[in-house]
Nanobody, 123 residues
Framework: QVQLVDSGGGLVQAGGSMRLSCAAS????????MGWFRQAPGKEREFVAA????????YYADSVKGRFTISRDNAKNMVYLQMNSLKPEDTATYYC????????????????YGQGTQVTVSS
């Protein structure tokens, strides 16, 4: 089992920046590819970004390319999501995910998910 704790959310003005963190514990050796997803009120959960174990592979949703950066520190069992140039449409609950099954961009493609952290971008 892997436990994930998301943090770093809050309220920010449009154009601002925020960094989300995800702390993994437990059998982290099985966390391999990790990712971030988000879900806005009334909408389905959607893929945001993913990073492979070695960090040589990074994937981004078209809506966040060039603005968001995913990174990881395996020594600390941490994954981060740096979000710049935030827009009101980025408002959502963000979830960390670990243990990709196959397609790292698939909403249901991971074994483990965090509890979520709320990001609100005001206009």
């Amino acid at each position: 089992q892997v436990q994930l704790v998301d943090s770093g959310g809050g309220l920010v003005q449009a154009g601002g920046s925020m960094r989300l963190s995800c702390a993994a514990s437990g059998r982290t050796g099985s966390s391999n590819t990790m990712g971030w997803f988000r879900q806005a009120p009334g909408k389905e959960r959607e893929f945001v970004a993913a990073v492979t174990w070695s960090a040589t592979g990074k994937y981004y949703a078209d809506s966040v390319k060039g603005r968001f950066t995913i990174s990881r520190d395996n020594a600390k069992n941490m994954v981060y999501l740096q979000m710049n140039s935030l827009k009101p449409e980025d408002t959502a609950t963000y979830y960390c995910a670990a243990g990709a099954i196959d397609d790292p961009t698939h909403v249901h493609g991971y074994h483990y998910y965090g509890q979520g952290t709320q990001v609100t971008v005001s206009s």
